[in-house]
């Protein structure tokens, strides 16, 4: 495994960094902050790549009903 390592260290060593965020709508609530105004000053600050995670209990609060969000 080392040996793989180093070969991808080395492969990769002119591609440039990317960082970004994971973004979770739960996770900023249990912080007692609000998911889109947290949502908007991530944007605000030029974040430019996200890792967006939803829970299928938000999506299917209940059994076979699914949330509509084009509503």
Sequence with gaps: MYLVSQWYIYSERNTKLQMGVTFIPDYAQSLGLNPEQTMDALLNIN?????????????????????????
């Design 47 to 71: 974040v430019k790549q996200f890792r967006l995670v939803s829970y299928w209990n938000d999506i299917e609060p209940e059994n076979k009903e699914f949330m509509t969000f084009l509503s």
